[in-house]
């Protein structure tokens, strides 16, 4: 895979830099798909300072990354007020003064939109790279971009063409997820206060997804949970964030058997403990699904609207549980752009998961 090196800057492998921001805000799927950028880069320069710029509801994701020197909160849902309130557009202006007293050298800007190439600009940094193809005219604030030769690799590896442009691409990607054992603790005493001792065998649900159309139907999960549970395969627990509690509960209220919910209680590092935890994770298309790579978790990841080459679970096409109908992937965010009953969710029957869930408990 090559990148494009271009401007008058020159060829970047043999230089060396001692300061460098990686601007990836979001989304928590996202941020996992540039972890192995971040361990390349530590590798290629041991004695860097990098940063990494992120949305403030992801940074507890990053607070025990040892590569990284520091982590600058963005505060995206209030900087979006900028025009609006004259005290939001002084702490920004605020903001961009201290990015810039930061005296980075190198931005490698991941998120390609308007405001992330804005910022890798008002750094003041000599080498700024960003994707050609950066949406919102992003790509004018860079001084190198990356030209991706397939619009359909996978998000890892489009972001990893980095390595060949900075001199690391002798480095495999990986993930290297790191999981405190305090973060470890928590969750075998939130397990165990539910009444999950330590041999109980545990098949994590996280039924939460962004898009409608990622979405499978809520009484597909709780009779997946039903099969799984009444013939005492594991034992199932329902997570997700704050904003997934009521979606959760809708699921709890709809079984025959009592899952464990633990939806809402738990911060980002726990839930990937819980997914660590598990003996298989049952998602669709969403950041556990990245996590339970990243863990090295089994996985049964159901997929519809979007492309699982492109933004699938990495190197593991094969926990994708998927159909192959004409008009998938199609990238459609919600139901009401569908024009085909939402085949490629409601086409898969639940008769059809829970053997994908029990091979995987029964190989784990």
């Not at 959760?248 to 009592?258: H, K, P, V």
């Not at 911060?267 to 699904?289: F, G, M, N």
């Not at 080459?309 to 139901?335: E, H, K, N, W």
Request: proline content about 5%; overall charge positive.
């Amino acid at each position: 895979m090559a990148a494009l090196h271009d401007r008058h800057n020159g060829d970047l492998r043999g230089r060396t830099f001692r300061r460098i921001l990686l601007l990836k805000p979001s989304s928590l799927g996202d941020v996992v798909h540039a972890l192995p950028v971040l361990h390349g880069l530590r590798k290629r320069f041991p004695e860097a300072a990098i940063d990494w710029l992120i949305a403030t509801p992801f940074a507890s994701f990053l607070e025990n990354e040892m590569d990284l020197t520091e982590v600058i909160l963005f505060d995206r849902h209030r900087y979006a007020r900028l025009a609006r309130s004259p005290r939001v557009s002084r702490d920004f202006l605020s903001f961009a003064r201290n990015l810039r007293a930061r005296r980075y050298d190198l931005t490698i800007d991941l998120q390609g939109l308007f405001r992330t190439g804005f910022l890798s600009r008002v750094t003041g940094a000599a080498v700024r790279i960003g994707f050609r193809a950066a949406r919102e005219g992003a790509w004018i604030f860079y001084s190198h971009h990356i030209r991706t030769p397939d619009p359909e690799m996978h998000a890892v590896d489009k972001n990893y063409l980095v390595a060949d442009m900075l001199g690391f691409a002798d480095t495999p990607p990986r993930f290297d997820l790191k999981i405190p054992e305090t973060t470890h603790d928590s969750i075998r005493q939130k397990l165990s206060d539910a009444g999950v001792r330590q041999s109980t065998r545990v098949a994590l649900v996280v039924p939460g997804a962004r898009w409608e159309t990622k979405r499978w139907p809520v009484e597909r999960f709780a009779e997946t949970i039903d099969h799984i549970q009444s013939d005492s395969t594991a034992t199932c627990i329902l997570a997700g964030g704050p904003d997934e509690v009521e979606l959760c509960a809708g699921i709890a209220s709809l079984c025959q058997t009592n899952p464990i919910d633990l939806s809402g209680t738990t911060t980002i590092p726990e839930l990937a403990a819980l997914i660590d935890r598990a003996d298989v994770v049952l998602c669709q298309d969403s950041a556990a699904a990245h996590l339970a790579v990243a863990c090295g978790s089994a996985l049964v990841c159901l997929t519809g609207p979007t492309n699982p080459r492109r933004t699938g679970p990495y190197g593991r096409l094969a926990d994708v549980q998927r159909m192959d109908i004409p008009c998938s992937p199609c990238y459609f965010r919600r139901l009401s752009q569908c024009g085909h009953n939402h085949r490629c969710m409601q086409d898969l029957t639940t008769s059809r998961i829970v053997m994908a869930l029990r091979k995987s408990l029964h190989s784990a």
